[in-house]
């Protein structure tokens, strides 16, 4: 099966500890992530189902399970398209690493793998998912930045899926 990668950076003006709290506040995402607009639990009680919001395109709810907690290090999480498990699997991580001056790196990369990929890389993920994923990138800086200025983010702290996970 055909895997791509699809992965964008930047560098936040904010410890890993605030730059880690906003990531895994699920529940505060509606408040300021751009791309992933909606997260709610799933009924089956061990997925949370995440709504993004690619530019251009409309809405698409995805039921994920969260794969990875390393506090301060790495949350992800592994979805696939319409549950069929062959068709498109994306497994989303998101990266830390501390840099000088208590900056942080945020490294956002999903690996797709599936019969769809070839379909729709060029046309959805490697330029809308691409899109969305910056607006993230961004979003989650300005509001890392915010918090470690201790302004009046108010952030939830890590998910219980994630609390749960360690």
Not at 5 to 29: C, F, H, K, S
Not at 42 to 48: A, I, K, L, M, V
Not at 55 to 83: K, N, S, Y
Not at 100 to 122: I, K, M
Request: include cysteine; glycine fraction near 8%; charged fraction near 20%.
């Amino acid at each position: 099966m055909l895997t791509r990668r699809l992965a964008t950076a930047i560098d936040i003006e904010a410890p890993p500890a605030a730059v880690w709290q906003v990531l895994t506040g699920l529940a505060d995402y509606p408040a300021w992530n751009p791309f992933v607009v909606a997260v709610d639990d799933h009924p089956d009680g061990q997925r949370t189902v995440l709504t993004i919001a690619p530019p251009g395109m409309r809405r698409q709810r995805h039921a994920v399970r969260i794969t990875a907690c390393e506090p301060l290090r790495r949350f992800a999480w592994q979805g696939d398209f319409l549950e069929a498990g062959v068709l498109l699997i994306g497994r989303h991580s998101l990266l830390l690493s501390p840099l000088a001056d208590g900056r942080t790196r945020l490294d956002h990369v999903e690996e797709f793998t599936g019969l769809l990929v070839p379909l729709v890389w060029r046309w959805v993920l490697d330029t809308r998912l691409r899109a969305g994923f910056h607006a993230m990138d961004a979003a989650c800086a300005a509001r890392a930045k915010q918090a470690a200025g201790g302004a009046a983010a108010q952030l939830t702290g890590p998910s219980r899926r994630c609390a749960s996970s360690r």
